[in-house]
């Protein structure tokens, strides 16, 4: 058995999510039970939350594999707060645990309800192709699932939730907070080495040879509308993340996924996201996905000792979104 074959983002998780529950006082969060027994944290919907609240957040939906700390940071000047994240096991981390990538429907009109799942339950449901990509599969006997809503999962989601991940309800825990809270708005902006993993992917990088990363970008300020928050949680990583990643292998393989990395390559690079959102008629999908990563990249190829860097920072596209 290999030492990735032993980490369990869920066991881990569930550490973390036990010391939310113990805080959540301090942390302004609701803790509840739901109809089938689950515990409801409520992060930003009817409860305040805070920026504390999501990075705290953020590291359970890394599956406990990497920090996330807000900082000082000169290099947006006008928005110096930014959330830094970092893993020793990126792929995991970011692919196999924090990737918002398991779609949450149920019913029809307004009463419906979809939401992308994050976090470590993903490991355990193997929904998405992305998680047999990298050859990771958690067992565990606990889940804990984040998402990005104004309201918890129906029993029909969290029974279906249960079901794919093989828990018992009282062995799930369901973390919500809306894009438009401190929490939520933070909790995105900590994908910032997601997205960079993720369009590595997209890129055919081979995965295995990511060792470490670290991503930053600058904290955005929150916005009762709920396309404007999510553009400035987007613009944050697109015009204003960093990223570095550590890869095994050729120098010239470093030099081309740093060259293709940035945000700037893709066809949609240069306006708000939410001009974008609303340019394309609120149709996420039909955005490039190319977009969605890093606005300035750092690779370093460890057996040569070179780093290759691509990208800028956007000033001006930033506060444009932000201000």
Not at 50 to 57: N, Q, S, Y
Not at 259 to 280: H, M, T
Request: aromatic residues 6%; charged residues 20%.
């Amino acid at each position: 058995m290999s030492d990735v074959e032993t980490i369990s983002v869920n066991r881990r998780a569930e550490k973390l999510t036990a010391a939310l529950r113990r805080d959540a006082a301090m942390l302004n969060l609701g803790v509840a039970r739901g109809l089938l027994g689950e515990t409801l944290i409520d992060a930003g919907a009817k409860r305040r939350g805070g920026i504390e609240a999501g990075l705290r957040i953020a590291e359970i939906c890394l599956g406990g594999l990497g920090a996330v700390r807000l900082t000082p940071d000169s290099a947006t000047p006008r928005w110096p707060w930014t959330i830094a994240v970092s893993s020793p096991q990126p792929v995991i981390a970011c692919l196999g645990s924090q990737y918002a990538g398991w779609s949450l429907t149920h019913g029809a009109g307004k009463d419906a309800f979809f939401a992308l799942g994050s976090g470590p339950a993903r490991a355990l449901a193997q929904k998405e192709t992305v998680l047999k990509d990298i050859g990771y599969r958690d067992e565990a006997d606990v889940a804990t699932l984040v998402i990005e809503s104004g309201r918890p999962p129906p029993p029909e989601i969290v029974e279906s939730v249960t079901r794919e991940c093989k828990v018992a309800p009282f062995a799930l825990t369901v973390i919500y907070a809306p894009t438009q809270s401190l929490a939520g708005g933070a909790q995105v902006i900590a994908r910032v080495l997601e997205v960079a993993l993720h369009k590595a992917h997209e890129l055919k990088f081979p995965l295995e040879r990511i060792i470490n990363g670290m991503g930053a970008a600058p904290l955005s300020p929150p916005h009762p509308d709920f396309v404007t928050a999510m553009g400035r949680t987007n613009d944050a990583i697109i015009y204003g993340g960093r990223a570095q990643l550590y890869v095994t292998g050729p120098a010239a393989d470093a030099r081309a996924l740093a060259e293709a990395l940035p945000s700037r390559a893709s066809r949609d690079f240069g306006a708000p996201f939410a001009e974008i959102f609303k340019q394309f008629n609120g149709d996420f999908y039909a955005i490039d996905p190319m977009l969605f990563s890093p606005a300035e990249v750092i690779v370093t190829a460890i057996d040569s000792g070179e780093s290759f860097h691509a990208g800028a920072m956007h000033h001006k596209l930033l506060d444009a979104s932000f201000a």
